[in-house]
């Protein structure tokens, strides 16, 4: 009874309640927090990660824009019947350089972590064109008008510079250029060279060719070209994950 009444008289003084609930917040906040402090790092070291070209970078854009995330995850859980599904589960390291991650939590489609590679770009085109005519159960969207649209390359290069302050390693600088050559190689660093993004935007999309159509560059090339590289950065036959993985 003694406890009811206390509890009564915090619930009905507002001043205390605001107090007590942002000391729970804070004493909350410190727990989750604090120890972060004390790792010395939270990303483990994974060889392959790198950050999107320009072109995988628009396509990033696009992808966020139709709101492709509300239906399709990419966060592979360590389970077995998801690494059945879907393959091996995702490690941090590989969206250290999403902003924002795309995670996910709804699946009306399947999750798209590993999703690079499994189709052809053919494959990918006419799924987003008409998704019935590629999965009849489908209840995805059409997006006819990817193809028809030509991609907007012209802020490329403030979409990157905006990247680069939060940490993603795109380059501005010959100092900064010569260190991403020396952490991914000459002709990834070209790529993440932000005074060369239209002219490597427009090489991949004219070698790739994702939507089959030379006569120009599309949204659809961007979004294929983005699909397809998700899950290919790391090669995942040299760890093994099989003890990692859940049976229940």
């Given at each position: ?14 001043g ?6 942002m ?5 909350g ?18 060889d392959?990660v790198?950050?999107?070209?320009p ?13 492709c ?25 590989e ?16 999750d ?21 005519s ?12 990817l ?16 990247l ?7 380059s ?47 949204e ?29």
């Amino acid at each position: 009874m003694n406890f009811n009444f206390k509890h009564e008289w915090i619930e009905t003084n507002i001043g205390l309640m605001a107090v007590l609930t942002m000391l729970a917040i804070s004493v909350g906040g410190l727990v989750e927090i604090a120890p972060l402090f004390f790792i010395d790092k939270t990303i483990e070291k994974v060889d392959g990660v790198r950050p999107y070209t320009p072109l995988e970078l628009r396509g990033r854009d696009i992808y966020q824009r139709e709101g492709c995330y509300l239906c399709h995850s990419q966060m592979i859980r360590p389970f077995r019947d998801e690494k059945l599904r879907y393959g091996h589960y995702s490690l941090a390291a590989e969206s250290q350089y999403d902003h924002p991650f795309q995670w996910g939590s709804k699946r009306t489609g399947p999750d798209l972590a590993r999703v690079g590679g499994k189709y052809s770009n053919e494959w990918h085109v006419q799924h987003l064109t008409a998704p019935r005519s590629m999965v009849p159960e489908s209840v995805m969207p059409n997006y006819p008008w990817l193809k028809a649209t030509p991609l907007d390359i012209s802020d490329i290069t403030d979409r990157m510079k905006a990247l680069r302050k939060v940490g993603v390693p795109y380059s501005l600088t010959d100092a900064e250029y010569k260190a991403n050559v020396a952490k991914f190689g000459e002709t990834v660093a070209k790529e993440l060279h932000i005074p060369n993004a239209q002219q490597s935007l427009i090489e991949q999309a004219n070698f790739g060719n994702y939507d089959g159509d030379r006569s120009g560059i599309s949204e659809m090339d961007a979004l294929v070209a983005y699909l397809q590289v998700l899950g290919t950065m790391v090669d995942f036959s040299k760890y093994k994950d099989d003890a990692f993985i859940n049976d229940r």
